[in-house]
């Protein structure tokens, strides 16, 4: 086993006998886990873009010696294709929107590199959609979920289908528990929802999703207030917030003790005797 040291903490740790790369760190960039150069075509892509393409161990003696790393450099003329693009007059615009445009930017890309593409050419991305699962995401939670909360996992996967408890993981259970977690949750849900039909200052709580998270979702706040699916949402847990009181939900009232003393998004689990 060889282990190297380069300039600017670069470190490779290397199994001479199988030629398979144990760890390597370039300068500045996260390490790679193990892998074999032997039959990887065109080389390994590394963090910062660039691939190797070989390691050339023939001044080693007796583990002692240059070693020579053989980069070929595709994330700097990335890097210059791009910082071409931000200067350009419509870098603001492909660059800046938020959610990037995709042939345009390809274009604008291409034709940084030299090598211009008619708009025919380009590949014709698949229309952006949510997933709605017919099961619960997970082979230990299997079981159908009924369409009117499938847009749950669409929508609130991203931070509340985890092993963690924070944010509260209302999704973790299988199909046939999920109605009773969202109707736990429920007035915590509504409020949030709600929120957004609130302009910036009226608001009592951020939304869900927040907005840094909308664009992800091909949307926006103004999108996402008027939205069909977040209606579809409010007006599942609206529902069970209606089967309880006999009443028409209404935020004020729900908030008129507090955020926090909305019952808890995860029951609390009895401890044992």
């Known amino acids: 086993m060889a282990d190297c040291k380069g300039e600017g903490g670069a470190s490779l740790r290397l199994d001479r006998q199988t030629g398979r790369v144990e760890r390597l760190s370039l300068a500045g960039e996260p390490p790679l886990p193990g892998f074999s150069l032997r039959g990887a075509q065109g080389g390994v892509r590394v963090a910062g873009g660039n691939v190797l393409e070989a390691v050339d161990v023939r001044g080693l003696r007796d583990g002692a010696g240059p070693l020579r790393l053989r980069l070929r450099a595709d994330g700097q003329v990335a890097e210059a294709a791009l910082l071409g693009i931000a200067a350009s007059p419509q870098g603001e615009s492909l660059l800046d929107a938020p959610a990037i445009a995709g042939s345009g930017l390809i274009r604008a890309v291409l034709a940084q590199l030299g090598e211009p593409v008619a708009a025919a050419r380009l590949p014709v991305p698949a229309a952006p959609r949510l997933e709605r699962p017919a099961s619960p995401p997970g082979a230990a939670m299997g079981g159908p979920v009924r369409p009117d909360l499938a847009g749950f996992y669409a929508w609130c996967a991203a931070c509340h ?32 929802l709600a929120m957004a039909r609130r302009g910036p200052s009226e608001r009592a709580k951020t939304p869900m999703p927040p907005a840094s998270m909308l664009p992800a979702f091909r949307s926006d706040p103004e999108a996402w207030a008027k939205s069909g699916d977040r209606a579809a949402l409010e007006a599942v847990v609206a529902a069970q917030l209606r089967s309880e009181s006999g009443r028409e939900p209404d935020v004020d009232s729900l908030l008129a003790g507090g955020y926090e003393a909305l019952r808890p998004c995860l029951a609390p689990v009895a401890e044992a005797r």
Do not use: D
């Open 161 to 192: 289908l985890s092993a963690e408890s924070f944010p509260p993981n209302f999704l973790q259970v299988p199909a046939a528990e999920l109605e009773a977690r969202i109707r736990q949750c429920a007035p915590r849900i509504y409020v949030r």
